[in-house]
C-alpha cells in the first residue's frame, strides 16, 4: 500500500521513542522523519539508508551535516546534479537538477541499524516516492548500499534474489507492470554507502564512486537523446 510521507509519522514504536529521547538530549536537533530533497521531477533518485545523528537528523535535511555527504554532494556537483559542493546546513542554498536523494527509513534508528520491520514499515513512502519519480519521467534509482537495494526493489515488488546487490552492479528492471507501475526504462544502480566507515577503510574509494555517476550520467544523456 502506498502512503504519502508525513513528517509526523510515529508508526514504529522503537524510532518514534529514540527520537524523542534524542531531542530531550539536543533540543535544538530537528530530530523527526526526513523528508526527500531535490529536484521534484528528476531523472535520478538517489536511495540512501536513514538519517545520521549529527546529520540529516540534526539538519532536516538528507546527508546535511554529516561525513557521507561530503563525498555525496561533491560528486553531484562534479556531475551537474548540484549547485555547489556544500551540505552543511539547509540555509546553504544548495539546489538539486535532475536529481532528489530519499532514504529508505526516515527515522535514526539506534546505532544507525533499521529493524526489518521499520523498514517494511517506512517502505509505502519509498514506494509512494518511486511511484512519483516513475510518472514524471524518472529513470535512474541509485542504492547507497544493500538495505537501500532492497528497500527499493521491495517497494517495486521485486524479488531480491533476481537483483543481486554489487558495488557498481547495474539492473535493467524489467518491462511490464508492478505495484501498478511502468517499468520500461527503469535502471538500479549500486554502490557502496558513502560513510566515513566505508570511505576511511577505503572499501568506497573517490574514484570508485565517481565510476558509479559516470555510468549514470553516460546512461541517461542516451535515454535523452533516444526519448526513452
Known sequence: MQSRFSADCRQCPRLAGFLDEVKTRYPDYYARPVPSFGDPAPKLLIIGLAPGMHGANRTGRPFTGDFAGILLYRTLHKFGFASHEGSASPEDNLQLMQCRIT??????????KPEPSEIRQC???LSAEIADFINGGGSA??????IAHQAALMALELKHRDYRFGHGAVHALPAGLTSGLKLTGLTLYDSYHCSRYNTQTRRLTTDMFEQVFAK????LAFHQKTGD
Open 123 to 125: 517502505n509505502g513512502y
Open 216 to 219: 549514470i550520467c553516460t546512461d
Open 141 to 146: 534509482l541509485l542504492a547507497l548500499g544493500a
Open 103 to 112: 532514504n529508505a527509513v526516515k527515522c535514526l534508528p539506534p546505532e544507525n
